[in-house]
C-alpha cells in the first residue's frame, strides 16, 4: 500500500511538472483528461459506490453551470461563489430525485429512468427560459480573472482541473475507508441484507446521491468557463450523461481510481480520433468508437480496467522490492 | 421475560392466506423452534417480524413495544437479528467487511468494530478466511458468515432461517455446538429449521405450523409424537423412527 501511496504520488509529480513542456493542445487534451475523470469520479460515488444507476447526471453539470453563469452574468456574482451555490442546488434536485426513487423503492431500470426522465424534462425547460439563454444557450463574456474563473491560456485550467480530480479521488478514498462508505457498499451489493444488519439504506444513498449531485454541479461551473459557451444539449443532454459514465465502467466502478484510469485511456482516444475522423468528413465516427469499446470491457472486463493494472503493478512492486 | 410476543398475525398476499391468527411467545433466554412444512408460512411470518414484510392484522411486541411500521433497520437497532434462508452475502467484498457491516450497528469507532469483527469470525470460525472474498466461499461457510454477521450487531434475539439447510451432519453438529454457545452467552433464539437432528437438539419449545395456523406447540419429545403434527409434516417413518 505504501508502495502504491508512492507511486501516485511520483505520478502527480509528473503532472505538476508537465505544463513545463506541453503546449496549448496538448495542455486542452489533459484538461478533459482531469474534468471526465472528475465527473466520472462524482458519478461514481453514487453508482460505483451506491449502486444506484444514474443516467441523468448531465442534469447536475447543467444545473452547476447555469447557475454560476447566470449569476456571474446577471448579477455579477463570482464563479467561485456561484459554484458553491450550484453545487447546493444540484445537491438539492439529487434528494429529491432520491427521494422519489429510494422512498418508493424504485430500483435497477426503474431508477435509471427516473433519472432519465428528470435531466430530458431539464434540458427542454431549460431550452425555453429565455433567461438562460433558451436553445441558443449562453455565451459568456470572456473577461480574464481569477475573481471571474476565466484565464488566458490552458495552463491555470490544467492545475484546476488536476485540483479538482485530484480532491475527486481523495473523497473517494475517504469514502471507502469510512463508516458511510461501508454502509454504501453494503448497500449496492443487498440492499434488503444491509437492512437486516441495521443499515438504513435509505439515508446511505440520499447521502450518496447528495455528494454525488454536488461534487458535479462544481465541474459544470469549471466546464462553462472553459469552454465559455452552454446550451441545454451540451450541459444538460443525454450525451454528457452517456459521456460521463464511460471512463469509470472501463476504468473499474467503485474504485477510487478506475475513473481516472479510465480516462487516461478514454478521452486521449477520443480528442484524437474525434479531430482525426472529422478531418475526413466522418464526424461522430468516435462515438462508434467508444460503442465498441464500452462492449468489450463489458463483454470481457466487467471490473474494468484497473483490476488488470493492479495485477500488473502488483508483480511490477514485488520485483523492485 | 416475554422478550417476543406474537398475537394473531395475519398476513395475506392478495386472495392467499399466508399467516391466520398466528400467537405465540419467545421467553428470555429461550429457543423456540419454529417448524411446518414447505410452504406453511414460516418464512412469511420471519418476513413480518423484521420488518421486511407489512403486518396486515395483529400485533408483533419485542420487548414491550410494538414493532408494527418499522424499518428492518430499526428492529434490528432494537436488538432483534436475523439470517436469511438463502445466504445473501456481499459477494464482493471481503469476509471481515461482510461483518463489520454489521459490528459497526454497535461500535461507532471502526478499531472497535474491526476488533469485534474479528472476534465474531474467530468464534464462528471464519477467521482464516477473513481476507477471502465473501462470493468465494462454499455454502457451509457462507451460513456461518450469515450468523457471524448477525451476531455482531449484539441481538437479544437471533431469528435463525435454516441455517442447517443444505449442510452435511458434521457441519450441522458444529452448527449446533455454535448455537449452543450463542444461547449460553444469553441469547434468545427463533430458529427455522427443517433439520430435525439439529432441531431436537436445540430448542426448548416448537411451534408448529400448517397452512399459517398454529397446529401444535411444546416441548419436542411430545410435539413430533402428536398425530396432526405426523400427518402434516413429519410423515409416519419418523414415528416409527423415533419409536
Known amino acids: 500500500m505504501k508502495r502504491l501511496y508512492l507511486l501516485l504520488a511520483s505520478a502527480l509529480l509528473v503532472l505538476v511538472l508537465l505544463p513545463l513542456v506541453l503546449d496549448k493542445y496538448l495542455l486542452g487534451i489533459f484538461v478533459m483528461i482531469f474534468f471526465y475523470a472528475y465527473l466520472g469520479q462524482s458519478w461514481n460515488l453514487l453508482t460505483g459506490y451506491s449502486g444506484h444507476i444514474s443516467l441523468g447526471h448531465a442534469l447536475y453539470v447543467g444545473i452547476g453551470a447555469y447557475t454560476s453563469t447566470y449569476l456571474a452574468m446577471n448579477h455579477n456574482i463570482s464563479p467561485w461563489i456561484g459554484m458553491w451555490v450550484g453545487a447546493v442546488l444540484a445537491m438539492l434536485v439529487g434528494l429529491a430525485i432520491g427521494f422519489l426513487g429510494f422512498r418508493f423503492g424504485l430500483r435497477g431500470v426503474y431508477f435509471v429512468i427516473l433519472t432519465i426522465s428528470f435531466a430530458e424534462i431539464s434540458r427542454l425547460v431549460v431550452s425555453h427560459i429565455p433567461a438562460l439563454g433558451g436553445f441558443a444557450g449562453i455565451f459568456l463574456d470572456f473577461k480574464p480573472s481569477f475573481w471571474n474563473f476565466q484565464f488566458r491560456g490552458n495552463v491555470a485550467y490544467y492545475y484546476l482541473s488536476l485540483g479538482f480530480m485530484v480532491a475527486s479521488v481523495g473523497v473517494a478514498r475517504l469514502l471507502e475507508l469510512s463508516r458511510a462508505g461501508r454502509f454504501m457498499v453494503a448497500v449496492r451489493e443487498d440492499e434488503d441484507a444491509a437492512e437486516a444488519l441495521g443499515v438504513n439504506a435509505f439515508k446511505y444513498s440520499m447521502l450518496g446521491i447528495a455528494l454525488s449531485a454536488f461534487m458535479t454541479a462544481l465541474g459544470g461551473t469549471f466546464y462553462a468557463n472553459y469552454i465559455f459557451y452552454i446550451n441545454p444539449n451540451s450541459v444538460l443532454g443525454m450525451g454528457l450523461s452517456i459521456e460521463l459514465i464511460l471512463r469509470p465502467i472501463i476504468g473499474g466502478m467503485g474504485t477510487a481510481l478506475g475513473p481516472v484510469l479510465g480516462s487516461f485511456l478514454l478521452t486521449p482516444l477520443s480528442e484524437i480520433s474525434r479531430a482525426y475522423f472529422a478531418r475526413g468528413g466522418l464526424e461522430g465516427l468516435h462515438l462508434i468508437l467508444y460503442g465498441i469499446l464500452a462492449i468489450l470491457v463489458v463483454l470481457f472486463m466487467r471490473e474494468g480496467m484497473l483490476v488488470y493494472l493492479r495485477r500488473a503493478l502488483r508483480s511490477l512492486l514485488r520485483l523492485e522490492s | ?243
Not at chain 2, 398475537?7 to 419467545?26: D, I, M, R, T
Open chain 2, 1 to 243: 421475560m416475554m422478550l417476543l410476543q406474537v398475537e394473531k398475525l395475519e398476513k395475506h398476499f392478495g386472495g392467499l392466506c399466508a399467516v391466520a391468527e398466528l400467537s405465540f411467545f419467545l421467553e428470555e433466554a429461550q429457543i423456540l423452534g419454529l417448524i411446518g412444512p414447505n410452504g406453511a408460512g414460516k418464512t412469511t411470518v420471519f418476513h413480518c417480524l423484521t420488518g421486511f414484510l407489512p403486518i396486515d392484522k395483529g400485533e408483533v411486541k419485542f420487548k414491550g413495544r410494538s414493532i408494527k411500521g418499522l424499518r428492518p433497520h430499526q428492529i434490528c437497532r432494537m436488538g432483534m437479528a436475523r439470517t436469511f434462508q438463502i445466504v445473501r452475502p456481499f459477494l464482493n467484498v471481503s469476509v471481515l467487511d461482510n461483518v463489520m457491516v454489521g459490528a459497526m450497528l454497535r461500535e461507532k469507532s471502526l478499531a472497535a468494530a474491526r476488533r469485534l469483527a474479528h472476534s465474531t469470525l474467530e468464534f464462528v470460525g471464519l477467521e482464516g478466511l477473513s481476507q477471502e472474498r465473501a462470493g468465494s466461499l462454499p455454502l457451509a461457510l457462507r451460513k456461518r458468515l450469515e450468523l457471524a454477521r448477525a451476531l455482531a450487531t449484539r441481538p437479544e434475539v437471533l431469528l435463525l432461517d435454516e441455517v442447517m439447510g443444505g449442510l452435511n451432519p458434521t457441519d450441522v453438529d458444529e452448527m449446533v455446538r455454535l448455537l449452543r454457545e450463542i444461547h449460553q452467552k444469553g441469547v434468545s433464539i427463533l430458529l427455522i429449521e427443517h433439520v430435525m437432528r439439529g432441531l431436537m437438539a436445540l430448542a426448548q419449545r416448537v411451534v408448529v405450523i400448517n397452512y399459517g395456523r398454529k397446529i401444535a406447540e411444546g416441548v419436542p419429545g411430545e410435539v413430533v409424537r402428536d398425530p396432526q403434527v405426523v400427518e402434516a409434516y413429519l410423515g409416519r417413518e419418523f414415528l416409527d423412527a423415533a419409536g
